[in-house]
């Protein structure tokens, strides 16, 4: 398509979307993620409903103009329910060449790219592997392509204010957003409040962003490139505060509210790896709520000295990733054996080995469930998106304080680095924690006695006079703890810890299918892939299909009607981004049904519209 | 009011009703009768004594202590230990593990811990071989030792311990022979004294995998002549007719008579455990002749839980967020109606 730059418009018309889904992309330095966040935010408090999803390299500052340098985020934003950070884009923002070769891919055909056309130049072109410039080869006709000058703009814009020549480059991504400000009848007002206060100390700067953006702002209005602005109106969303937060803050959150509810103080021991570190970086923040947050020397030191804190009376944590899970193992195996309540938080990335650590993947779950030596079962849960991170931490905590055993919670990069509105929770609404702590011991104490119902053992916590006892990694006597090595007694006790995690299944709440009780299809997923799953599921059932999407987070033990919800469908397919792990698991649990596979191993989300089209044939195939 | 003074405890408080499974004549037994005598002379409730352990002969320990206590994972009694003292800093934390517990499968935690100076109290019970996995030589075993996994002689340079923890900044580092209970009795007592992460090795002999390693320090009949038994503020002073001791030659320690060319007591290094600088210490740790034991070194700065303490409390002052709700509810929220 190519564009008439000369013919004016008297007045832009503004043209009603439901959604867009809008990509930034530009030099990890050039603060693409900044650009989004504030996008995001302007969005959501303008009342549509937004998803997330950042994607960055694994170096901090990649070589400038490097294909693999390049840093973007994601914004889905819409008047309608938003499951997914979306597919395919209606706005791409390009803002060197490296960025719009890597993302081009990704653009609807038809629709429009901003590219600044001063990053344009021969050098950034052979860095990002062009032959050709591709403003110039006609490459680009498929797209509405805007080109913007708009390093030189923006040094225009600050000339006279006496900023450096760094500090001006560095702001151009504010003349990009100016721009889709405009696009999107956005309010500037929240990103100006924002430098006013982000740069109280160094004015200067907000003052040079605020112009900048301002200038992108009125330079879109004027522009005849760009004939008419989008109206997304607010989304209806339930009634309530809320707030915009990623999957590793809101998991973080999930643990403070634990802590604070169960009345226990909050112990996090964890060793940085990408990318669960932000869940170190947020509760290392919260010392006011007497947060002791422990960075240890390693993963191993990261979860036994959260087995002591568990040993000692705390809500007791330890984050990581994949790797990181592995290194853990044989403690977890300790905690299962001593029966202590932790909390192992596993952010899921690429595997395997270091594989791809800033990717998202689902490939841990086999792990989690059999990677330890000896008979050792723990609860498995899995968050399913950002927000609900922060629910599935909290019942982490409960399950492992109430049920004195390990707990390992699956999220993963791509909920916990992505995010969405939060309908925020207060610390009243949510349900009471009540562990098995034992003060006094008038009845005879042992520290495995059990609760008849759960069979979680006591918790006796030292500093608890009379209730002296000693606990270990070898078996014990099921009714003195004592050690023994007797071969009845190692079987019965192996047995007593299996029935403890299963009971588990009369604790949780039932598999609940969405969309279809019953019918043709029944799509199987868990954890982070629900919003895409959600997503396909939804537009097939508007569009008169048979289907419905059963979402575990309860993986170890499952719901008691699990089985109950596969016998309601004609086919099953199990969704998930790895080899077929869930589905090897229900293989086993559930071997009368057949369990058709969706598998993706390329460290990105599933494609709404690839889900679909193999949904559709699976029922076709009738 | 009530009384919060501990009360006086005796020896049987701290046994255990578990049988103790040691082999016969191993020095084990004479760490756990000193410690038995040494708790109820601590000033520590029983309820808040905390006894953590990895893997190992050494590492049984826990179990014949009736306090709370913890049979670890290999190598990881200090980072478990760790976790104890930070979620609760009130109880006195004490790690028994062995050398190749803390030296080899542990070496990453056992550094770390004495870098970072908690307040715990570390008895390493160095025999110089592996006992629990039978016989193999460990990170203290001496070059050319055989052992079952090193039957032409051991071909790795051993560490010596206290020179490891020096280097890791060890603020409480003493070293007791495993025969002699009454001395070990008052280290341990000091060690739960002192402010921060005590070191105390103990020359512990192997009656099976590794007898007789250290008699020639230990035996009763060398002992004074083999050992110098240093006590801060007292000159270094050794032998049978305690008529030897250390002077400093340049930059070595020299052994010297008392009589002998004009060399009288005052002459004499004094022991100062409590200087910062830590190069006699480090001197002290390597010689061989004499073998110096006693509390080497113990120099007392912040704890990790009290710097943690003290910066949590300038935070809680500084913030006005006590309950969670005032976290999720400040910033940047927006009202849907």
Not at chain 1, 551 to 574: G, L
Request: aromatic content about 8%; charged content about 25%; glycine content about 8%.
């Amino acid at each position: 398509m190519t564009l008439d730059k000369t013919k004016t418009t008297a007045k832009k018309k503004v043209e009603q979307v439901n959604a867009v889904v809008i990509r930034f992309v530009g030099d990890s330095g050039d603060g693409m993620q900044l650009t989004g966040t504030q996008f995001t935010d302007t969005s959501a408090m303008f009342g549509n409903d937004v998803a997330t999803f950042p994607n960055y390299p694994s170096e901090i500052r990649a070589p400038q103009g490097s294909l693999y340098g390049v840093s973007g985020f994601q914004v889905h934003i819409g008047s309608v329910e938003i499951s997914t950070p979306g597919d395919d884009l209606d706005l791409l923002v390009a803002m060197n060449p490296a960025g719009l070769k890597t993302n081009l891919k990704a653009v609807k055909a038809g629709h429009t790219i901003i590219v600044d056309t001063d990053s344009f130049t021969k050098k950034n072109l052979q860095k990002a592997e062009y032959e050709t410039n591709p403003l110039e080869d006609g490459s680009l006709e498929n797209y509405r392509v805007i080109e913007v000058a708009m390093t030189s703009l923006t040094r225009e814009a600050l000339k006279g204010l006496g900023l450096d020549n760094k500090s001006i480059v560095r702001s151009k991504n504010m003349f990009a957003l100016g721009m889709v400000y405009w696009m999107y009848g956005r309010d500037m007002k929240h990103t100006l409040d924002f430098f006013e206060k982000k740069f109280k100390f160094k004015p200067i700067i907000a003052e040079a962003n605020s112009k900048v953006i301002k200038t992108g702002y009125f330079f879109a209005e004027t522009l005849e490139l760009i004939p008419n602005s989008y109206s997304i109106a607010p989304s209806t969303m339930p009634k309530g505060t809320y707030r915009i937060v990623n999957g590793n803050t809101a998991t973080a959150w999930g643990f403070l509210a634990a802590a604070e509810k169960s009345g226990l103080e909050l112990y996090l021991g964890s060793y940085p790896i990408t990318p669960a570190t932000d869940i170190l970086h947020e509760l290392v923040k919260h010392k006011h709520f007497g947060v002791k947050a422990f960075q240890a020397e390693d993963e191993i030191a990261g979860i036994t000295s959260t087995i002591g804190a568990a040993f000692a009376g705390d809500l007791a944590i330890t984050t990581t990733s994949g790797p990181g899970l592995a290194l853990k193992g044989e403690a977890i195996g300790l905690a299962m054996m001593t029966e202590l309540p932790i909390v192992v938080v596993n952010v899921q990335r690429g595997g395997p080995s270091t594989g791809l650590p800033t990717r998202t993947e689902q490939s841990d779950l086999l792990q989690a469930m059999y990677g330890r030596n000896g008979e050792s079962p723990v609860i498995v849960i899995a968050a399913s998106s950002p927000a609900d991170c922060f629910d599935y931490a909290f019942e982490a905590s409960k399950l492992a304080l109430e049920h004195m055993t390990p707990v390992i919670l699956l999220t993963d990069g791509y909920i916990a680095n992505g995010s969405e509105p939060w309908k925020i929770k207060s610390i009243k609404d949510m349900p009471d924690i009540k562990p098995n702590i034992i003060t006094n011991d008038s009845e005879g104490y042992g520290p495995f006695d059990r609760d008849n119902d759960s069979l979680a053992r006591n918790w006796a916590i030292p500093g608890t006079p009379g209730l002296e006892h000693r606990i270990g990694g070898l078996e014990k006597n099921e009714f003195t703890g004592n050690v023994s090595h007797d071969p009845l007694n190692h079987e019965s006790m192996t047995n007593i810890r299996a029935e403890k995690v299963k009971r588990v299944e009369n604790y949780i709440p039932d598999l609940t299918p969405e969309y279809a009780e019953e019918g043709d299809l029944l799509v199987v997923g868990w954890g982070g892939t629900y919003g895409s799953l959600h997503s396909a599921v939804r537009d097939m059932s508007k569009d008169g299909y048979k289907i419905g999407h059963a979402h575990f987070h309860y993986i170890n033990p499952m719901s008691k009607n699990t089985a109950d919800v596969f016998s309601r469908f004609k086919k099953i397919i199990v969704c998930e981004l790895n080899k077929g792990q869930l589905s090897f698991v229900l293989k086993g649990k559930f071997n009368q049904y057949d369990f058709l596979q969706y598998n993706k191993v390329q460290g990105l989300p599933f494609s709404v519209i690839d889900l679909k089209a193999k949904f559709k044939t699976l029922i076709k195939e009738d | 009011m009530e009384d919060i003074a501990v009360k006086q405890y005796t020896f049987k408080d701290f046994q255990s009703d578990q049988e103790v499974r040691w082999c016969p004549g191993c020095d084990d037994y004479v760490i756990l009768r000193s410690m038995l005598k040494a708790l109820p002379e601590m000033e520590v409730k029983k309820e808040d004594v905390v006894f953590i352990s990895g893997i190992g002969c050494s590492s049984r320990f826990p179990y014949y202590v009736d306090s709370y206590g913890m049979h670890g994972i290999h190598g990881r009694a200090a980072a478990i230990a760790s976790g104890v003292k930070l979620a609760n800093p009130n109880l006195s934390v004490w790690v028994a593990t062995g050398d190749g517990d803390a030296m080899a499968i542990g070496g990453n935690h056992f550094i770390h811990v004495l870098r970072r100076n908690l307040d715990l109290n570390i008895v390493l019970f160095n025999n110089e071989i592996y006992g629990l996995t039978k016989g193999q030589f460990s990170p203290t075993s001496v070059l050319g030792q055989k052992t079952k996994s090193s039957p032409y002689g051991n071909t790795q340079p051993p560490f010596q311990p206290g020179e490891l923890a020096i280097g890791a900044r060890a603020r409480f580092f003493a070293r007791i022979g495993g025969n002699t209970p009454k001395e070990m009795t008052k280290l341990f007592i000091d060690a739960e004294k002192f402010k921060g992460t005590s070191l105390i090795e103990v020359l512990q002999n192997c009656v099976i995998f590794n007898d007789g390693c250290f008699t020639n320090y230990t035996d009763k009949a060398v002992k004074d002549e083999q050992q110098l038994h240093v006590e801060h503020g007292e000159p270094m002073i050794f032998g049978k007719n305690k008529d030897k001791g250390l002077i400093l030659d340049g930059l070595t320690l020299k052994i010297v008579t008392i009589g002998e060319d004009n060399i009288e007591e005052k002459d004499l290094l004094v022991h100062d455990a409590k200087c910062e600088n830590e190069i006699m210490h480090h001197m002290l740790i390597n010689l061989r002749y004499p073998l110096v034991t006693g509390i080497i070194r113990s120099v007392e700065e912040p704890t990790l839980e009290e710097r943690e303490a003290e910066l949590t409390e300038q935070v809680k002052s500084n913030s006005n967020f006590s309950k969670v709700d005032d976290l999720f509810f400040s910033g940047e929220t927006y009202e849907v109606k």
